[in-house]
Each structure stands twice: as structure tokens, then as C-alpha cells.
């Protein structure tokens, strides 16, 4: 069974940084790409990164470019996603998901950590 | 970049069909594929649509998806509505030259 679990989440000041994790199980973590989607409580979802097999290949989407970074450690079966310059507007819940066929679709998604960012 | 929008909401009866839109504005509907979640409240995304028309194992056949080259559009079809159908839908699609992700904004589907 796939499983996908978030974590680091917290309360972080504006400007502060954060790291997030997902640690991975049920699959052959190094044959799939991953990706960071988020959504603001009672709000839509929100790319925000995605990475594949072996990080040759990062996408960032253009409200984090700059600020995030994705990476994954496959022989830990981990994914992270590095935070810094953090803004109010970052606060969310952000989702870990596996990728599936290719680079544009995930078929499994974690539960979620929450990133709140309030002075 | 490119745009997908969907219908705020949408309801129907338990046992009707509703069909839910998501047009893409700059470029082409069929140049990468479409795929749709579904989210219920409380609960994380899950996939019910993929590569516009195929469905993941353990969904339904009342569901399924279709592209129309003509309108630019996808859309997510749901017959034999059923309460535990009532979510939100969200449909999404990429963009290979920059690897970037969209989703559409949603949509609450009201089975009453």
C-alpha cells in the first residue's frame, strides 16, 4: 500500500524558514517523480513543485521560484521541500503526491502537513 | 501560461447525470493531458480521471472524462449520481516547456 507522510509543518514567522519532509512506503520510491501541491484552508489547489526520478528534471511554480526547493533523497525514500523567505500568503496546507504516468499526473496523495506563517 | 476554468458549483438529484466543465484558455486542450480529483471535505485529493478519459482502478464507470477540441474544454461526466459523489472537482493539466502545473479552481458539486 502507498503511503505518504508529511511532516515539519508549524507556526513560522514571516521571513523564517521551514523544511518539510514526506517520507514514502508501498512503491519503488527512485521510479517516480513527486510533487508538492498546497491549498489554503476552504480555498483550491496549488502546485508548487514537483521533481522527478532522479532530479534531473524541478519545476517551481512561479509565487515560490526563488524562494522553495525540492529535492528528494531516494536511497531514504524522502522528498523535501525547503522553505525560506517565507510569506503570509504561503500559508497552507501542503500536500506530498506521487507521480504517476509521466510528469503530469500523481495518483496518490499524503494527508497533509499545515505551514502557517503569521508574525 | 495557461488558464482552466470551471463552474463554481454545480448540483443535481441522486441518479442524474451532471457533467462538470473546465476550458483552457491559451492553448490547446489536447496538447497534455487532463486529469480530475476529487476531494471530499476533511479529506486529501484523489485521482478519478487521468489522461482525459482513463480511469484509475477503483473508481467507478459512472465516472468519465472526455476532451473537446472544439471548445477547448475538458469535462468530467458523473452518472447515477450518488450523496457520497458530493465534493469538489478539480480538474488540472501541465505545461512541458516549463514543467509548470494548473489546476482549475474548482468545483462544488451539490447532490441534493
Known amino acids: 500500500e502507498v503511503q505518504l507522510v508529511e511532516s515539519g509543518g508549524g507556526l513560522v514567522q514571516p521571513g523564517r524558514s521551514l523544511r518539510l519532509s514526506c517520507a514514502a512506503s508501498g512503491f519503488t520510491f527512485d521510479d517516480y517523480g513527486m510533487h508538492w501541491v498546497r491549498q489554503v484552508p476552504g480555498k483550491g489547489l496549488e502546485w508548487v513543485s514537483g521533481i522527478n526520478w532522479n532530479s534531473v528534471n524541478i519545476g517551481y511554480a512561479d509565487s515560490v521560484q526563488g524562494r522553495f526547493t525540492v529535492s528528494r533523497d531516494n536511497g531514504k525514500n524522502s522528498l523535501y521541500l525547503e522553505m525560506n523567505s517565507l510569506r503570509l500568503e504561503d500559508t497552507a496546507l501542503y500536500y506530498c503526491?506521487?507521480?504517476?504516468?509521466?510528469?503530469?499526473?500523481?495518483?496518490?496523495w499524503g494527508q497533509g502537513t499545515l505551514v502557517t506563517v503569521s508574525a | 501560461n495557461f488558464m482552466l476554468t470551471q463552474p463554481h458549483s454545480v448540483s443535481e438529484s441522486p441518479g442524474k447525470t451532471v457533467t462538470i466543465s473546465c476550458t483552457r484558455s491559451g492553448g490547446n486542450i489536447a496538447t497534455n493531458y487532463v486529469q480530475w480529483y476529487q476531494q471530499r471535505p476533511g479529506s486529501a485529493p484523489t485521482n478519478v480521471i487521468y489522461?482525459?478519459?482513463?480511469?484509475p482502478s477503483g473508481v467507478p464507470d459512472r465516472f468519465s472524462g472526455s476532451i473537446d477540441r472544439s471548445s477547448n474544454s475538458a469535462s468530467l461526466t458523473i452518472s447515477g449520481l450518488k450523496t457520497e459523489d458530493e465534493a469538489d472537482y478539480y480538474c488540472q493539466s501541465y505545461d512541458m516547456s516549463d514543467l509548470n502545473w494548473v489546476f482549475g479552481g474548482g468545483t462544488k458539486l451539490t447532490v441534493l
Open positions: 489522461e482525459d478519459d482513463q480511469r
Open positions: 503526491a506521487k507521480g504517476s504516468r509521466g510528469w503530469g499526473q500523481v495518483d496518490h
